[in-house]
């Protein structure tokens, strides 16, 4: 099958070029970072490390939602969740009634957006235990060895079609460890709960997940947060694919040996001063919890505490440029007194 990325970032860099280097399979990408299309471009590909070493170019065709003609059999999305239904609108244009769509987002809130392009029989979502770092345009680091990492997928309608299993086959031929579900939304939350307790915890500290594990009580925060999301999923009719306790011991392997020098996607974000995806991870499960009458009070304060974060590195950077001002002004100054 031919395939399409939509969003040239981390992740939809590690399964386009994982499906075209590994799977040998055609793949396209479509994107609107400027920067990111720039680089490529002028690249002529884009630079590709694992683990920070072997860093080299790979040959990709990159458009612009405008640009891209293409009639792909599956598009992959890999957007940031406040940016999905922008792009989605540009690409309109480009999507049929017989293609299929698959996304493993961050968060929860993309299905219904994808609904309104791509009829329930063609949506295919599921998640992503992969660690990837994007260190800049044109420029993506695929952390962990060739292999490491699974994924999980689930038709939006819970019954897999010759389609689904053709991608799971390609999945599977990109190194990528897919693991095919009938379960849909216990098998999105399963992942949405893994981020509540990781992503947040790990970017409020400035931590790496390895570090976040050295933490003698790295399980117990894990088990009160995980709790909570459980009985939040319970009182909505929703079972996990893992326990509560497969979950502890998930965050813990994954945090400990899977992945202890990775920095989470939002802390990524975080540092590089751009809003977080929390709204849609402790943010959903505090949603989730109150539309079932039951107040998850750990993920709301996390929430509150994440959006603090937000705002004190925000209202710093202002201080840190109102200060620069007065001296670039006198440098100023100074020029046009010189000239």
């Known amino acids: 099958m031919k395939y399409a990325v939509i969003g040239a970032g981390a992740m939809g860099y590690r399964y386009g070029v994982l499906l075209q280097e590994q799977a040998g399979l055609e793949v396209d990408f479509v994107d609107t970072w400027e920067p990111n299309i720039r680089a490529v471009r002028r690249q002529g590909g884009v630079y590709v490390s694992r683990d920070h070493e072997g860093r080299h170019l790979v040959p990709i065709n990159l458009y612009t939602p405008e640009e891209y003609t293409g009639t792909p059999d599956v598009w992959i999305v ?77 038709n939006l309608t819970e019954e897999p079609d010759h389609t689904t299993r053709a991608m799971f086959a390609d999945f599977e031929a990109a190194n990528l460890n897919p693991v095919l579900t009938e ?30 594990a050295t933490y003698e009580g790295e399980q117990d925060m894990a088990r009160m947060l995980l709790d909570e999301a459980y009985d939040a999923c319970e009182r909505a009719g929703i079972q996990l694919i893992e326990t509560r306790q497969e979950s502890v011991a998930s965050v813990d392997f994954v945090s400990r040996i899977g992945n202890p020098l990775h920095h989470p996607s939002m802390y990524q974000d975080f540092s590089h001063d751009r809003p977080t995806e929390v709204d849609y991870i402790n943010g959903y499960i505090a949603r989730l919890g109150r539309d079932h009458d039951y107040i998850c009070h750990l993920h709301e304060f996390v929430t509150h505490q994440m959006h603090l974060a937000e705002a004190m590195r925000d209202l710093e950077a202002a201080k840190a440029e109102a200060a620069e001002r007065p001296d670039r002004d006198t440098a100023d100054k100074a020029q046009q007194a010189a000239a």
């Open 78 to 154: 890999f957007l940031k969740q406040m940016q999905l239904a922008g792009v989605l609108e540009r690409c309109a244009h480009l999507f049929r009634p017989e293609q299929y769509v698959f996304s493993a987002m961050n968060g929860m809130g993309h299905v219904e957006k994808l609904q309104g392009y791509f009829a329930d029989d063609r949506i295919v979502a599921g998640t992503a235990m992969i660690a990837t770092v994007l260190n800049g345009p044109g420029d993506v680091d695929f952390i962990g060895k060739a292999g490491a990492g699974t994924m999980h997928m689930v």
């Open 183 to 212: 379960n849909f939304m216990g098998t999105l939350m399963a992942k949405v709960v893994f981020n509540s307790v990781v992503n947040t915890m790990c970017t409020m500290f400035g931590m790496t997940m390895g570090e976040f």
